[in-house]
């Protein structure tokens, strides 16, 4: 399918394209069509890499593309929460603008419309061949899924020819794999279904049956036991289907690696996204006990094998030199979510957040700020950047970096930022936790008001809830201690003026997060 054809139908007012402009012209004379992976983790922390200067944990394997890259230190993810960053990131759109754009349960319709404007859509019609491996979580099918049918609309729907998939995450069922909307080994005698409302008659579940888990559960996550672990979700059947825990690493690996061998010959897009160190953390054997942390460490050196691997494959195939890799991350990092696995316990002197204020759920820094590494041996030079970058730009800098006038009204062009030849991003951009947004602007942020409790205390996260307004410079305090709301009125006035261009007056809304 042409790039026109598919912009044909596209619904809404963000896209702004015009098909044979000057414009267009001047970018197709300078594109080059790279190869571009993007690497994403789920829930790893600005603080959880060598790189990033942690110092208990050693992940070589990253260092080396963070090292040997453009490695950001003020790289956002659009938010601090999974499926709403997924969703910026492949959109080019605020996920704020989407009102469904929350963590969403496994029998979720799909989020982003078919009709819509996507980042693997975009690059198909520059001439790449496009494919996602790994965690989903942005919804399949209309609304009720026949799981032992095919399964549209999903990923084949919004722009990847290739896909395979898990639907949402690890601790939410369906706990199978999905290859280009088919459930993987399925036996059609043991039909899989899947309520997230009740369970099914006679189904063991974690709350009834803690003696059949292996894993214990925290908060949530005492529905369906699978493979020892209790899950959010109901299921039953789709025995011959159910992933191994333990193996989906490399599973996904081997996945992530025979689509670039077998799409050698032409430019390719590859959004690899890790199941790592979300929950439940099931590290292979080769790792266990490897960290000292316990399974949050040893599936975070996982992941880091799991990056050395792969660019093994690209070396291998003497594709190294003409691959954009990004490695960043969807959200930040979360200790206890769920489970009962030693993450807090043998943590020690690590910090996940590094010097970052809050987690995983929160407005504060650690919520949305991630790892955020763009790496082109050859063509990008090593350097650390303080541009301020987020993952909606990918959407037009890739554009712009392969010959496509394409833009949204939310993803800018920062493609130079993106190369390392310029040291400045945007001036401005918007963060979401779980539905309330705050303003980043130069060095400052402003965290409007909000009620609800400070803190989940399920997760023990500062979630940046405060009944004032939260005014933080993050040059001079990047740990955000120092709320200068009171003693900077006219900047806190401007901050006030730019979000309420957007959001229209702040409210001070009770905005009590309940995690379920
Ligand atoms: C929460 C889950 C948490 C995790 C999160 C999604 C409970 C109590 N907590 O609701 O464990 O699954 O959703 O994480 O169920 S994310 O990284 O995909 O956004
Ligand atoms: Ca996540």
């Not at 489970?339 to 995983?360: F, I, M, Q, S």
């Not at 590494?373 to 392969?402: E, I, N, R």
Request: proline share 6%; charged share 20%.
């Amino acid at each position: 399918m042409g790039f026109k054809e598919i912009l044909v139908g596209v619904a809404g007012t963000a896209l702004f394209f015009s098909c044979g402009s000057a414009q267009e012209k001047a970018a197709e004379d300078t594109a080059t069509k790279p190869n571009i992976v993007i690497i994403y983790m789920d829930d790893l922390g600005y603080g959880d890499l060598s790189s990033y200067g942690a110092t208990e944990i050693s992940t070589p394997n990253i260092d080396k593309l963070a090292d040997g890259g453009v490695r950001f230190t003020n790289g956002y993810a659009t938010s601090a929460t999974c499926t709403p960053s997924r969703y910026g990131l492949l959109t080019g759109m605020y996920p704020w603008r989407n009102k469904d754009a929350k963590i969403l349960p496994g029998t979720a319709p799909l989020l982003i419309s078919t009709s819509q404007l996507t980042l693997p859509k975009m690059l198909r019609g520059q001439g790449y061949k496009t494919g996602v491996v790994g965690k989903w979580h942005l919804g399949l099918g209309s609304g009720s899924v026949d799981w032992n049918k095919h399964i549209s609309p999903g990923p084949n729907e919004i722009g990847f020819e290739y896909s395979y998939i898990m639907a949402a995450t690890q601790d939410r069922v369906p706990t199978v794999y999905i290859e280009n909307g088919n459930v993987v080994n399925l036996d059609p005698n043991d039909p899989i279904e899947v309520s997230y409302d009740e369970n099914f008659e006679g189904e063991p579940t974690g709350k009834d049956n803690p003696e059949m888990t292996t894993m214990k559960w925290h908060h949530g996550h005492n529905n369906s036991i699978v493979n020892g672990i209790p899950r959010i979700g109901f299921m039953k059947g789709g025995e011959s289907a159910k992933w191994k825990d333990e193996d989906m690493a490399d599973h996904f690996l081997e996945k992530a690696q025979s689509y670039v061998k077998s799409h050698k010959e032409v430019p390719f897009f590859l959004y690899y996204a890790f199941q790592q160190p979300h929950v439940p953390r099931t590290p292979h054997p080769r790792f266990v006990g490897k960290s000292g942390m316990g399974p949050r460490g040893d599936v975070i050196l996982e992941a880091d094998w799991m990056v050395g691997e792969f660019m093994k494959t690209l070396e291998e195939e003497g594709l190294v030199d003409n691959t954009l890799i990004i490695f960043t991350s969807d959200n930040g990092p979360v200790l206890n979510d769920g489970y009962y696995d030693d993450a807090v316990e043998k943590l020690g002197t690590h910090t996940p957040a590094g010097p970052l204020r809050g987690g995983k759920y929160s407005l504060f820094e650690a919520g949305t700020r991630v790892p955020f590494v763009v790496y082109w041996q050859g063509k990008v030079q090593p350097m650390v950047s303080d541009a301020l970058v987020c993952q909606v730009d990918f959407f037009s800098s890739l554009a712009s970096l392969t010959g496509s006038a394409a833009l949204t009204d939310d993803s800018q062009n920062l493609l130079p930022a993106f190369l390392g030849k310029e040291k400045t991003g945007r001036t401005e951009l918007v963060l979401e936790a779980t539905g309330r947004t705050a303003l980043r602007k130069g060095e400052w942020i402003m965290i409007p008001p909000y009620r609800g409790a400070a803190k989940i205390e399920s997760v023990n996260i500062e979630i940046g809830n405060d009944p004032n307004y939260q005014l933080y410079n993050l040059t001079n305090d990047i740990g955000q201690t120092d709320n200068l709301a009171e003693s900077n009125p006219e900047k806190l006035e401007e901050m006030i003026m730019d979000y309420t261009a957007i959001f229209g007056e702040p409210e001070s809304k009770v905005e009590e997060v309940v995690l379920k």
